[in-house]
């Protein structure tokens, strides 16, 4: 708490035992990742906040924690309906095991020896992950081929977010059309979405800042919502936002496919609660204007 004093955050001094068991229960660094941002720093990279309220940092860390559980809701249902549809996918067309020969379904242009790495593995992992399961079906010998490998609808079931990302890519145009078609998207959107809300999964469940969060990943702004995004035009060359906005279009986008009934009010309040406190803030997590949030969900 000194620290924070000493480096020009603002805390009332009456309200020193609270503020002492709010860093308890958070954390210093935690804290520290929330008030960052509104922070200036010196050649040494040492933050002066400039008065900045130690209730305010409080405030906007439950607020982040209100946003992360509510969008990692609509991922995980997300990660569960790819999965599903996979094991539709290859289950129909190669039956429970033909998924463990990757040269059945996958891209004939990705080369003989990738393919046989990456199949290799993915095997090595699926065992392991089986191994480890607490799945009851995997218990039944019916469900495994003689090599204790599931049958693809158990398969699904163990899929790691980015092992599924990765099934995606490798997969032959005739097969991913199916999951294009769903999306009304591209391969390389699907999979860029599919990556960035891995990211943003991991971010959710180890209660990192998403907020202020800029995407490292190459992900595509989904077309029907870009009208709505922050963006910059330079020579004709425009670049949509990677700030938070576009992991809710992205979100927004597969949850209209996945279900079109699906409830956006958490995930409304959530940010409409972060927006408040600060003028100006709804352009820099990426949209447009507040309108704009509200319009994504009328799409």
Not at 126 to 131: K, P, S, T
Not at 242 to 250: E, H, R, S, T
Request: glycine share 4%; proline share 2%; with cysteine.
């Amino acid at each position: 708490m000194d620290l924070f004093e000493k480096r020009g955050m603002t805390l009332d001094p009456e309200m020193r035992d609270k503020n002492i068991n709010a860093i308890e229960a958070i954390g210093y660094y935690t804290l520290k990742q929330f008030a960052y941002p509104f922070a200036y720093r010196d050649g040494y990279n040492t933050p002066d906040y400039d008065g900045l309220e130690f209730d305010f940092v409080v405030k906007r860390y439950y607020q982040d924690k209100n946003l992360r559980i509510n969008l990692l809701h609509a991922i995980e249902d997300i990660e569960v309906s790819m999965n599903s549809l996979i094991s539709h996918v290859l289950g129909n067309k190669y039956g429970a095991f033909g998924y463990l020969d990757f040269s059945n379904w996958a891209d004939n242009r990705i080369s003989k020896y990738s393919l046989e790495e990456r199949q290799f593995y993915f095997k090595k992992s699926l065992l392991r992950q089986a191994y480890n399961s607490n799945i009851l079906d995997l218990d039944y010998r019916e469900n495994l081929n003689a090599d204790n490998f599931p049958t693809v609808w158990l398969m699904t079931n163990l899929l790691t977010f980015e092992t599924t990302s990765t099934l995606i890519r490798l997969m032959s145009p005739d097969n991913v059309k199916y999951f294009t078609d769903y999306f009304d998207c591209t391969r390389d959107e699907l999979v860029s979405w599919l990556e960035c809300l891995n990211f943003v999964r991991n971010i959710c469940c180890h209660n990192s800042n998403l907020l202020d969060i800029t995407l490292s990943t190459d992900a595509m702004a989904p077309k029907d919502y870009q009208e709505f995004l922050w963006f910059k035009n330079i020579n004709g060359d425009i670049s949509y936002t990677n700030k938070i906005a576009l992991v809710i279009v992205i979100v927004v986008h597969m949850m209209y496919a996945i279900n079109p009934k699906y409830r956006f009010d958490n995930i409304k309040r959530s940010f409409t609660s972060i927006t408040r406190d600060i003028d100006g803030s709804i352009e820099k997590l990426g949209f447009k204007n507040m309108d704009a949030f509200y319009d994504i969900f009328r799409k």
